[in-house]
Structures are given as structure tokens and as C-alpha cells.
């Protein structure tokens, strides 16, 4: 298998700090995938443990592991090892509790998923031209299936305008889409999750197969770790996702748990990250102490101090995340109070540019957050990106969100009289009656987009 090429300019630089790319990975989880994430990371670091639950490991589990430490890239003895974990108080009540199980959504499919990502992260036209071809060419698996050279060609690109397209649409959710194949699917994952520099990544680039016939002896002697890091390895592997697509796939409605509650509180709202389910996270003790012995051996220090890193980025990645997404759904329910409280037509123009200058993030961040989450509010159930609507300048220099424009024209359509349906030329002339001043040829492409057909043929329709 060739490697994985992440060749834009800002991949490279991720690449080279396990720490940020941790830290995103994190941020791009809805509510399931977290709760996955944090249960392989507690089966793979024994540095990590839910708080209550400590167990004391067995003697084989503390033997320096010899593979890990040539892979140590820094000078962990010049890192601060001290833990300042806030406290996470969190009671949920039991009607949210009860609520939780009745929340149905229609599936967005992987097309509409990423083309709204490609739409906001894409930085010039190129980017979006190449992007929307790759994104049109993933299987339901999420997968590209057509050579990459024949499908440069195909579009007319040259290689480093491609090589930056296909890492930006690498880098979307879910982590895989892009890839050829399970294994590099699962390779651009441990990158993602900061361990492109693990023996995770060498079983996979190397030894899956061997892997999937439990040939593990033979891995752990190609690698020289212990069996036992082999078998933790197949678990930790396990649990990453090896057709990011499929999730996607068909029209079923699927069950939701919101991933932020929001309630209202003397006008304004707050809000309150749904960790339902998640462990809390702690640092084993006992390995801690071995860090205070003089007796042990300074190899063992060096690979529990690695370990204690990768634990406290966690315990950070993990609390990063519920103070980052507060900020961000508490600003997108304030710039949006109309819209919760009164439904599209009283959406106003927010941008993802316009969020992230507010928050003083980039445009990457709040697109993570927003990413495949949803907040539960009055009862209901909103997509955190339905938040966001398009700004218009309408003919007379006013500025309304295309949500309020559609939600009109859908209206206008919903009551027109059957016999007689409206042109796109009366919808126009009758939203600047209400002082929306727009050209008809917009009237017509929000009406496309709503997939309503024209007048003429809804008439042939009835």
C-alpha cells in the first residue's frame, strides 16, 4: 500500500503536533463517537482510568515497552506532569433523561454532509471545483474507487491544487471519508487522533491482515512489543471506523441524542454539553507513584511519562471540547434567538467567518463543533448548522438570510391556489410587496432548492 499523502500546507503542520490534532479529532466527535473514543482510550493507556473504578494492573502490564519509547518525539523530561482537571459537575434531569429516547431525525445522506463542509472550508474556487468532484465519487462506504491520477486528469487539475483538495475533504467528517480502502481509511484516522507515530499505525500500514488471523506473535516479533500490546492494539483498532460512509447510507430515519441542551434563562440562553454516559476521566495512581520511585528503572519512567502525557492531552482534548462547544452554541442561540423562538422566516444572515470572529476561533473550529451535533431546545431538535443562513443583498441594498427567503417562497407556494399556481415572476412580485426586493432568477434557484417544480408542471402535477 502506498502512504498516506496529507499534503496540504496545514495538514503538514498538524501533522507534526500529536497534541492539536488530538485536540480536533475530539472536537469533531458528536455524543456516540466520544463515548467510543474515551472507552478505547481507557482500554489502551493504563495512565488513563474512570474515576471509582481503579484497578491495580498485573505485573507484566508496567514492563517498559520498547517500540513506544523509540517513538517518543520529545523531551518529556522538560514537561510540566501537573494536572489541573476542573471538577465536571453534571446532573442531567430525569425528563431530559426520558427524552432522549424519542428524538427521530431523517438521515442527511454523505453528500449533503460533506458538501456543506466543502462549501464552508473550501478556500478559493479550485478548492470547491476538485472537492465537489471527489466528494461525487465516494462510494457509500465512503470511498474513492477511481485511480487518483485518472481522476486528475478527469477534472482538469494539476497536482498540488488535487493533493490540497483531496487532504481537505481527508480531513471532513467522519475521519476516513476520501481514502481508498479499509486500511488507509483507518491509517488517516490514527493520524487524525494523533497517532500516525504509534505501532497502532505500523499494525495497520503492515500487519492487518495478520492482525485479522491473530497472528500476533508474529506481529509482536516484527515490531518488538509484547503480545500483549498486540492484543490491546486489536482492541484500540477495533474501535475505529472502517467504512466511515456507511453510517450515512439509505433514508431511514435514525435516533438522535443531542449533543448540547439549551434553556432559557432571563432572556437569554444556556447552554449545557450533554455528557450522558461519557466516564470520567482520571490518571491512575499507582503508575504515578512509580514516578516517585528512585529505585525503578529510567526506562520505565520515560514510557509512563509518555503515557502520562497522552492521558493529561485526553483529559484536556475532552474538556477543551465541552467549553469550546458552550461558546459556541451559547453565541449561535443569541445571534439566533429569532430563529428558535420563531422558526426560518426570522433567521438572520450568520456566517461561519462571522462566528469565528465573534469567538476570536477559526472558521475550522466552529465548523467542528457544528459538525454532525444537535442541540434540544423548546422540545425540539435542531442540526447545530441550521443555525447558520446566507446573507442576500436584496435590489434595494437591504441584507435578509436565503432561510427567511425560502421559508417565504415555500409559504407563498403551500397557499397558492391549486388551478392556479404562481410563476416564479408573482412569487417575486409578491415577496416585494413584504419588502424582500430580489431578481426572479434567485425566486427561482431557492425554489429549485427546495425542490418545488415549476409553476407549469405543479399544475400538471394536481
Not at 474515576?51 to 519509547?69: A, N, T, Y
Not at 474556487?125 to 474507487?145: H, S, V
Request: hydrophobic share 40%; charged share 30%; glycine share 4%.
Amino acid at each position: 500500500m502506498v502512504p498516506i499523502d496529507m499534503s496540504s500546507e496545514n495538514v503538514q503542520k498538524m501533522m507534526l503536533t500529536p497534541k492539536m490534532l488530538l485536540s480536533m479529532h475530539v472536537l469533531q466527535l458528536n455524543l456516540m463517537d466520544l463515548r467510543m473514543f474515551m472507552q478505547a482510550e481507557l482500554e489502551e493507556n493504563p495512565l488513563l482510568e474512570e474515576e471509582g473504578q481503579e484497578v491495580l494492573p498485573d505485573k507484566d502490564e508496567i514492563k517498559l515497552d520498547k517500540e513506544l519509547s523509540m517513538l517518543i518525539d520529545e523531551d518529556l523530561e522538560g514537561q510540566d506532569l501537573h494536572l489541573d482537571v476542573d471538577e465536571r459537575p453534571y446532573n442531567i434531569s430525569e425528563e431530559k433523561r426520558c427524552y432522549l429516547g424519542s428524538l427521530i431525525m431523517k438521515k442527511e445522506s454523505l453528500y449533503e454532509h460533506l458538501h456543506w463542509q466543502l462549501e464552508i472550508l473550501a478556500k478559493n474556487d479550485e478548492e470547491k471545483r476538485i472537492g465537489e468532484f471527489i466528494i461525487g465519487n465516494l462510494d457509500d462506504n465512503g470511498f474513492l474507487n477511481m485511480d487518483l491520477d485518472r481522476m486528475r486528469e478527469k477534472i482538469g487539475a494539476d497536482i498540488e491544487n488535487f493533493k490540497r483538495a483531496l487532504s481537505l475533504v481527508r480531513s471532513f467528517d467522519p475521519i476516513g471519508v476520501g481514502a481508498r480502502n479499509i486500511e488507509e481509511a483507518l491509517l488517516i484516522q490514527l493520524i487524525f487522533s494523533g497517532k500516525g507515530d504509534t505501532h497502532l499505525y505500523r499494525i495497520v500500514y503492515s500487519y492487518l491482515e495478520d492482525l485479522e488471523k491473530g497472528n500476533y506473535e508474529r506481529i509482536a516479533r516484527a515490531i518488538s512489543v509484547s503480545l500483549k500490546e498486540v492484543k490491546k492494539a486489536k482492541r484500540r483498532i477495533a474501535h475505529l471506523n472502517p467504512r466511515p460512509g456507511a453510517a450515512f447510507g439509505g433514508e431511514a430515519a435514525s435516533r438522535i441524542e443531542p449533543d448540547v441542551f439549551l434553556s432559557k434563562n432571563n432572556g437569554s440562553y444556556d447552554a449545557q454539553v450533554n455528557e450522558q454516559g461519557l466516564p470520567r476521566l482520571g490518571i491512575n495512581r499507582f503508575y504515578k507513584s512509580i514516578l516517585r520511585e528512585k529505585k525503578a528503572p529510567k526506562e520505565t519512567k520515560e514510557y509512563i511519562k509518555k503515557k502520562l502525557l497522552n492521558a493529561r492531552w485526553v483529559i484536556n482534548a475532552v474538556r477543551q471540547r465541552t467549553n469550546t462547544v458552550t461558546r459556541v452554541c451559547e453565541y449561535l442561540s443569541e445571534a439566533q434567538k429569532g430563529f428558535l423562538e420563531s422558526g426560518d422566516l426570522a433567521a438572520k444572515p450568520l456566517t461561519l467567518k462571522q462566528a469565528a470572529s465573534a469567538l476570536s476561533v477559526s472558521e475550522a473550529t466552529v465548523s467542528r463543533v457544528v459538525s454532525n451535533k444537535y442541540a434540544h431546545i423548546l422540545n425540539r431538535l435542531f442540526a447545530l448548522k441550521d443555525f447558520f443562513a446566507g446573507a442576500i443583498k436584496t435590489m434595494d441594498g437591504n441584507i435578509v438570510s436565503d432561510r427567511s427567503i425560502k421559508q417565504r417562497i415555500q409559504n407563498f407556494i403551500e397557499q397558492e391556489d391549486v388551478e392556479r399556481p404562481l410563476s416564479d415572476e408573482r412569487i417575486t412580485s409578491a415577496l416585494k410587496k413584504e419588502g424582500v426586493n430580489i431578481a426572479r432568477r434567485t425566486v427561482a434557484k431557492y425554489r429549485d432548492s427546495l425542490k418545488i417544480l415549476p409553476f407549469n408542471l405543479r399544475r400538471k402535477h394536481r
